[in-house]
């Protein structure tokens, strides 16, 4: 267990220096929208490190889906993480809250956050794409892509897939 914390936290480490920006994120042309078809309004705070490339490419893909998302800068994350309740196998590069308090962990498409928010959730402290997959918001290259899950995190420490993203057309 403690070999498997310690490589996963490495892991994790090894992709966070790893996220250069790439250059622009490819256009959405898809607008969310509520029940009665306008858009509906989120606000995000985005915590994330000042010069990740892939985590302002992702807030790029929150905005063209009608998302308001405010940024703050922090070199280091793990207080922010920590004071949301996210452990660390949950990590990613960023860390999104809602206005309700809702923590949003990673890469995770907007309409599924905005499909968690439209939920009831007592349990939940939010949502996590752990690590940083390619092809996900904010990973695009190319065409590449690889199938992940976004967890639904619990207050208790549990996790259970939320959703299962197996091509980039569900994104």
């Not at 996963?8 to 078809?37: N, V």
């Amino acid at each position: 267990m403690k070999l498997t914390l310690i490589t996963a936290m490495l892991a994790a480490t090894a992709l966070l220096a790893g996220c250069k920006d790439a250059g622009p994120a490819k256009p959405e042309t898809t607008a969310l929208s509520d029940s009665a078809g306008n858009a509906a309004a989120l606000t995000l705070t985005v915590y994330k490190t000042p010069s990740c490339g892939c985590c302002k490419k992702w807030v790029l893909h929150l905005e063209q889906q009608g998302v308001v998302a405010h940024t703050k800068n922090y070199d280091d994350l793990s207080g922010i993480k920590a004071r949301y309740g996210i452990s660390p196998q949950y990590y990613s590069c960023h860390t999104a809250v809602s206005e309700q308090g809702y923590a949003f962990e990673g890469h995770i498409p907007a309409k599924y956050i905005r499909q968690f928010l439209a939920e009831s959730h007592p349990d939940a402290i939010g949502l996590s794409v752990p690590a940083m997959p390619l092809g996900s918001p904010g990973m695009e290259v190319e065409d590449r892509f690889m199938p992940y899950d976004i967890l639904l995190l619990n207050k208790d420490g549990s996790a259970s897939v939320y959703a299962h993203i197996s091509d980039a057309s569900m994104q």
